[in-house]
Nanobody, 124 residues
Framework: QVHLVESGGGLVQAGGSLRLSCAAS????????MGWFRQAPGKEREFVAA????????YYKDSVKGRFTISRDNAKNTVSLQMDSLKPEDTAVYYC?????????????????WGQGTQVTVSS
């Protein structure tokens, strides 16, 4: 069982930066692949970024490549998402997710545990 709690969301102007963090409970955090997803009002949840368990591999949604960076600290049971050059279209609730199965990290069905989400609002 993994309990996830996101933090770091807020209101920022376009071009600004935010750093989201996800704190995970459990002693097996280092075994889990971790992902960030987001859901904007009236839209389906979409993949943003993922990092595998060891970590040796990261994967990004095309529209955030070069602007967002995912990282993890297995000693501290945390995963972070550094978001730079934010755009109004990045506005959404951002969710942290954990999954132990291997597969396509951009697919939400791969993840078993989800946080409650943190709101990110980017003003133009």
């Amino acid at each position: 069982q993994v309990h996830l709690v996101e933090s770091g969301g807020g209101l920022v102007q376009a071009g600004g930066s935010l750093r989201l963090s996800c704190a995970a409970s459990g002693r097996t955090f280092s075994s889990y692949n971790m992902g960030w997803f987001r859901q904007a009002p009236g839209k389906e949840r979409e993949f943003v970024a993922a990092i595998n368990w060891n970590p040796s591999f990261t994967y990004y949604k095309d529209s955030v490549k070069g602007r967002f960076t995912i990282s993890r600290d297995n000693a501290k049971n945390t995963v972070s998402l550094q978001m730079d050059s934010l755009k109004p279209e990045d506005t959404a609730v951002y969710y942290c997710a954990a999954g132990i199965r291997n597969g396509r990290l951009g697919k939400d069905e791969l993840y078993d545990y989800w946080g409650q989400g943190t709101q990110v609002t980017v003003s133009s």
